[in-house]
């Protein structure tokens, strides 16, 4: 696929790619995601087994589901889906990003498929999967609205989508920029762009509009207290996730 029909943005990936080796440093710049994890997890194992019908008190819950992780990065949510029995794929438009993937998958004994390339790329190749994640992603594409297109094409009808980003609003600046970055500098200065972030009735307003009926959002919440991350029904103001199905007809 040429680049004009991708919504990847070289500069936004290009900050991700200088970070790719750190990764799997729960201390590293990537704090910030390990912290979030199990929050996110929390959240993707739920939505998944409602919608397919799964017991997540088995230990592999989601045998026969083929799962994408777009924009998978070292693969911090690849490989636990892979644990519970999916079958992933992960794909990134970081170069830098699929060695520390593979290398990692590997050492933990997890076969997991990560690829170089976009969501676009695959959606145009044919690929078609059961659960499409699109966490931390969209904030950073060139254009949303052709990137949840190539989403919708990648799901099989009755398929799940979840997909997380941050709300824009002076809150959401003052913790995401002002403070993760500059005060707290659990992520280098520049790595989001504020003006980049969308609401959720935006994001509602882009699912629909790429043909996928949305069906749940949820805040993630950090509590400085506790230090830790929570689900929040109500408080969608900074971090939030949604989950979306595409169609049967």
């Known amino acids: 696929m040429s680049e004009t029909n991708s919504t990847i943005d070289p500069a936004e990936?290009?900050?991700?790619?200088?970070?790719?080796?750190?990764?799997?440093?729960?201390?590293?710049?990537f704090k910030p995601l390990h912290m979030l994890n199990p929050c996110r997890l929390d959240y993707i194992t739920r939505q998944i087994a409602a919608h397919f019908g799964r017991d997540?008190?088995?230990?592999?819950?989601?045998?026969?589901?083929?799962?994408?992780?777009?924009?998978?990065?070292?693969g911090l949510l690849s490989e636990p889906m892979a644990r519970l029995g999916a079958t992933v794929v992960g794909v990134d438009a970081a170069p830098r990003n699929i060695p520390v993937a593979r290398?990692?998958?590997?050492?933990?004994?997890?076969?997991?498929?990560?690829?170089?390339?976009?969501?676009?790329?695959l959606a145009a190749a044919g690929e078609a999967f059961d659960v499409v994640l699109n966490m931390e992603v969209i904030e950073h594409v060139a254009d949303p609205q052709a990137f949840l297109i190539a989403c919708h094409d990648l799901l099989v009808p009755g398929g799940l989508h979840i997909c997380s980003t941050l709300n824009r609003n002076p809150k959401s600046f003052a913790m995401a920029i002002v403070g993760a970055e500059h005060i707290m500098?659990?992520?280098p200065k520049g790595t989001h762009d504020w003006s980049r972030?969308?609401?959720?009735?935006?994001?509602?307003?882009?699912?629909?509009?790429?043909?996928?009926?949305?069906?749940?959002?949820?805040?993630?919440?950090?509590?400085?207290?506790?230090?830790?991350?929570?689900?929040s029904a109500r408080d969608l103001s900074v971090n939030y996730v949604t989950a979306s199905v595409r169609p049967q007809a």
């Open 13 to 29: 990936v290009a900050k991700f790619e200088a970070m790719a080796a750190e990764w799997w440093d729960p201390s590293g710049k």
């Open 56 to 74: 997540l008190t088995t230990d592999r819950p989601f045998d026969g589901l083929r799962l994408l992780d777009i924009g998978c990065g070292g």
């Open 103 to 121: 290398v990692h998958a590997e050492q933990m004994g997890l076969q997991i498929d990560y690829r170089l390339g976009t969501a676009e790329a």
């Open 185 to 187: 500098r659990w992520l």
């Open 197 to 231: 972030f969308i609401t959720p009735n935006e994001l509602y307003d882009l699912l629909a509009g790429a043909r996928l009926r949305a069906i749940d959002r949820t805040g993630m919440v950090f509590n400085p207290i506790t230090w830790g991350w929570s689900l």
